[in-house]
């Protein structure tokens, strides 16, 4: 069973959703670590309530190079394969990207290359797009930019408001991010240079 570490900043509703798809046997993996660099962030408290094992990262106060190598150094303990970044707010540097080469997973709000970095939802409903989504991708050592695993399309319709807009980018990011680590972790798919290809058979 992929043994799974999972990263967040904030409300943890990605963790949850993942969370409860392993409990029903949708998908198969096992969470070793819930990690954060934010001690007060809710999903936090949500993995504890799920008697998830937690740690708090300590980039505040020590800075990013300890914080990551706490961070190292749990997830070599718990024999962690996969990292998967649900809402986490930092960059990683190249020494753990180089150490889970094509193993570290991220959730985007919007359809990358487009709006990348923070506040996407919002980016793209003030720009006036007409399509958004979401992006599952590979980290590679850029922000927002490694090779695309999956993305889906949600309209923006007229007069949809910003808060309606993020329920259904959040809808949609729980129905996708399981569905897609599910074809990942079940080596469905190949690399291509930067394009993934998804064996569907
Ligand atoms: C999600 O919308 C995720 O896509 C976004 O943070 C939110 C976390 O929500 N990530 C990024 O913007 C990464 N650049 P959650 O804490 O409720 O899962």
């Known amino acids: 069973m992929p043994k799974i570490a999972i990263m967040l900043s904030g409300r943890g509703t990605n963790m949850v959703a993942l969370a409860r798809r392993i409990a029903s046997g949708d998908l198969d993996a096992d969470i070793r670590l819930v990690g954060s660099d934010r001690p007060d962030a809710e999903g936090l408290a949500r993995a504890e309530a799920l ?30 394969e996969w990292v998967v970044l649900a809402g986490f707010m930092r960059i990683l540097s190249p020494r753990v990207i180089s150490r889970f080469r094509d193993r570290i997973v991220n959730i985007h709000p919007a ?42 399309c949600v ?17 949609v990011e729980h129905d996708i991010y399981w569905r897609t680590l599910k074809d990942l972790f079940a080596g469905r798919y190949k690399k291509e240079g930067r394009r993934m290809k998804l064996d569907r058979t």
């Open 51 to 80: 008697s998830l094992p937690t740690l708090v990262l300590p980039y505040r106060e020590k800075g990013k190079d300890e914080a990551e190598g706490l961070l190292l150094e749990h997830l070599e303990k718990k024999g962690v």
């Open 111 to 152: 359809l990358l290359p487009a709006f990348p970095g923070t506040e996407a939802i919002a980016s793209a409903w003030n720009y006036g797009v007409k399509v958004t989504g979401v992006t599952i991708h590979l980290v590679d050592e850029e922000m927002d930019h490694g090779p695309i695993l999956a993305q889906r």
């Open 155 to 171: 309209p923006i319709d007229e007069g949809q408001t910003l808060e309606e807009l993020e329920e259904r980018i959040h809808e």
